[in-house]
Every structure is written in structure tokens, then in C-alpha cells.
């Protein structure tokens, strides 16, 4: 229970501010470096679905992912069941840092997916804060059972927010056209 009760308990003091719509929290774990772009500026989050796409691209772009047709990023976005934006404001200029999207059966599961933090602000605790608001996010809809797809590099991540690899013995399937 207490991984539970750390995305719905009282925020510990940091010195980074992030505004959860509406909420400011300052629980990151670690501070940004001075003079450091994160620390430079609010970092926001938000749920709204209209945002450039290109600039997604640019951000996927950033950690290397392949491309994909931005059709398909368009229709993946119009049919998830949440999706959450991180973004970097200084000023009335707001940057897209961050992205994740979740599908759900609007009852009992969803499946994270398209987690990515721009590098130059990963290692400061916003991948973590992503995750945090994601959950939450998922929570508040009473959704129970949170899945996930990980990479090999990125599963311990996953680990520390408390995702364990086959719960229940479940073994995974996957079907995919020739």
C-alpha cells in the first residue's frame, strides 16, 4: 500500500515547482543543476489533446525513437483513454519536455504507453513525475490494473515506481502479421 500512498500523500519540500492543473507540488528527487533549462521556468502538465504534433515528432525525435506516420500519432492520440503532456514554460513560451498516453476499457484496465522525456531534462525526476500524475490520472477513474511495455534499458525505471514483470505468472502473447 505505501507505493499507493506515495502518488496520493502530501508532497515532500524540493526545490523544483511542477503545477499539476491547478496543484503545485515540489516533490521532485532531485533538484535541477543551476542554470540548468528545467530549472528555469515552471514545468506544467496537462490532459488536453490539442497540441502540434510535429512537435511531438520533435520530441520523439530527441530520444531516438523511429518515426511513425503522424495519421497513425493522430489516431493513436484520438483514441487513448488519457493523455498527458509535460511542458517546460518560460515566460508565454511553453515547450513540449514530455508525453504519455494510456488505452483503457474504461473499467478495470489500462496500458501505458509512448512514455518519453526529452534528454536534456531526464535524470531530475520529471520521467517520475509523469509517471506519478499518469497513475493518478488513472486512478481517480477507478482504473485498478495499470500495464506498461518497457524497453530493456528503462525496465528498472519502471521497477523503482513499483511495475513488476509478470505478477501473477501471466505469460504475455503478441500476434503480429507476417
Keep these: 500500500m505505501g507505493f499507493w500512498k506515495s502518488f496520493f500523500g502530501s508532497a515532500d519540500t524540493a526545490s523544483t515547482s511542477i503545477k499539476f492543473e491547478g496543484d503545485t507540488i515540489s516533490n521532485l528527487s532531485e533538484s535541477p543543476a543551476s542554470g540548468d533549462r528545467a530549472g528555469n521556468g515552471r514545468i506544467l502538465f496537462s490532459t488536453d489533446r490539442e497540441f502540434d504534433l510535429y512537435e511531438l515528432e520533435e520530441l520523439c525525435d530527441a530520444v531516438g525513437w523511429s518515426r ?3 495519421r497513425k500519432v493522430r489516431k493513436a492520440i484520438e483514441y487513448s483513454f488519457l493523455v498527458v503532456s509535460m511542458w517546460q514554460q518560460r515566460g508565454n513560451t511553453r515547450r513540449l519536455i514530455g508525453f504519455a498516453r494510456a488505452t483503457s476499457d474504461h473499467a478495470f484496465n489500462a496500458t501505458i504507453w509512448d512514455v518519453v522525456v526529452h534528454p536534456q531534462f531526464q535524470g531530475k525526476g520529471l520521467g517520475k513525475a509523469l509517471m506519478k500524475y499518469t497513475i493518478k490520472k488513472l486512478r481517480s477513474e477507478d482504473i485498478s490494473n495499470i500495464t506498461l511495455f518497457a524497453d530493456p534499458q528503462v525496465v ?6 513499483g511495475f513488476m514483470a509478470d505478477p ?4 504475455g502473447m503478441f500476434w503480429y502479421p507476417d
Excluded at 156 to 161: A, E, S
Design 68 to 70: 511513425r506516420p503522424m
Design 168 to 171: 501473477e505468472g501471466i505469460k
Design 156 to 161: 528498472n525505471f519502471y521497477r523503482q515506481m
